[in-house]
């Protein structure tokens, strides 16, 4: 079966850490853009970071630049994104995406995000910390 599943959501405390998983399963992420969205209820889903599939190149928001790290390990086909200093802005349901690469054109970012993916998972959240 063709998917992508995030896990590592929970709740933390303001400032605590935690790592984010984009797992693939029926195909490789090695050739996949991978881009991090954000979503909270009434608001519209914001890009937080993205990585190129060719170069590792990465991408993040202003607002987790600095707090917020992603990285690909391709040989477990999945795609990180490690919280630390949690703020108040930050719980949300974080879900991926991925963007194939073409015939010789890799798969890119576009800012911080993915444009127009072939997959969605369908997220975990980091709920707010009472």
């Known amino acids: 079966q063709v998917q992508l599943v995030e896990s590592g959501g929970g709740l933390v405390q303001p400032g605590g850490s935690l790592r984010l998983s984009c797992a693939a399963s029926g195909f490789g992420l090695d050739y996949y853009a991978i881009g991090w969205f954000r979503q909270t209820p009434g608001k519209e889903r914001e890009g937080v970071s993205c990585?190129?599939?060719?170069?590792?190149?990465?991408y993040y928001a202003d607002s987790v630049t600095g707090r917020f790290t992603i990285s690909r390990d391709n040989a477990k086909n999945t795609v990180y994104l490690q919280i630390d200093s949690l703020a108040p802005a930050d719980p949300a349901v974080y879900s991926c995406a991925a963007v194939p690469a073409a015939l010789r054109v890799p798969a890119m970012c576009v800012g911080v995000r993915v444009v127009d993916p072939l997959y969605w998972g369908p997220g975990t959240p980091v709920p707010v910390s009472s």
């Open positions: 990585i190129n599939n060719n170069d590792g190149e990465t």
